[in-house]
């Protein structure tokens, strides 16, 4: 049986999608993939993030993670992305990553492997789903196989019911029960599938 081997690729600027990305990375490796959790870049001035608490301490906390590359993309068979919306959409700094994959793409790389994604707003209406279609759309670009989580585990419904990845409403509580406990299924069900796809 092939090895499932997912990169968990994350942005955060306070420590949301991180904690998301750690939960996932947790069940995936439960369930038996060989995982690496990394990073994007951040590419707001580092004056403008020391001059934010909050966002100081995170990016204190996460100088260790590895920031991620193309190589990770080809080394894995499977992805979770996670990152916060802006307006509707995925964060800069996350496109700002995807759109280094350019030639990596180009290449072939990074189809026919299983991709998912996650989200966060500050608000329960704040562009999560949106989000996550625009992850999917560029996948699809890929060539890549969707692994939406959809209704398949009552932590779904349970936490809010989005089928298209797990969300988080982003305050400054811990996540949720319900929360982590849709992170953990959907990151299960990737690995699934992934190793379906690999084998």
């Known amino acids: 049986m092939n090895t499932v081997r997912l990169a968990v690729i994350y942005y955060s600027a306070y420590g949301t999608n991180h904690a998301m990305a750690e939960l996932a990375v947790d069940a995936a490796r439960e369930a038996g993939a060989e995982v690496r959790l990394r990073k994007v870049r951040e590419t707001v001035p580092e004056a403008i993030v ?8 995170h990016a ?9 590359s ?3 993309m080809v080394w894995a068979n499977a992805y979770l992305f996670s990152a916060p919306t ?3 959409t995925v964060a800069s700094q996350m496109r700002a990553f995807i759109d280094t994959l350019g030639p990596t793409w180009a290449e072939g790389k990074l189809s026919n492997k299983a991709a998912s994604a996650m989200t966060s ?9 949106s989000t996550l279609v625009g992850f999917y759309t560029t996948f699809m670009h890929w060539g890549a196989i969707l692994v939406p989580p959809g209704y398949t585990d009552p932590s ?3 936490s809010g019911g989005n089928p298209y990845g797990a969300s988080a409403t982003a305050t400054a509580a811990p996540l949720s029960e319900e929360t ?10 990737l690995v699934d ?3 379906r796809i690999a084998g």
């Open 50 to 57: 020391m001059g934010q608490a909050a966002w100081a301490a």
């Open 60 to 68: 204190e906390r996460t100088a260790h993670i590895d920031h991620a």
């Open 70 to 72: 193309p190589d990770d």
């Open 86 to 88: 802006r307006f509707g």
């Open 121 to 129: 707003a500050q608000n329960t209406h704040g562009g999560q789903e």
């Open 156 to 158: 779904i419904h349970a």
């Open 180 to 189: 982590k406990a849709a992170i953990r299924a959907q990151s299960r069900r």
């Open 193 to 195: 599938f992934a190793g």
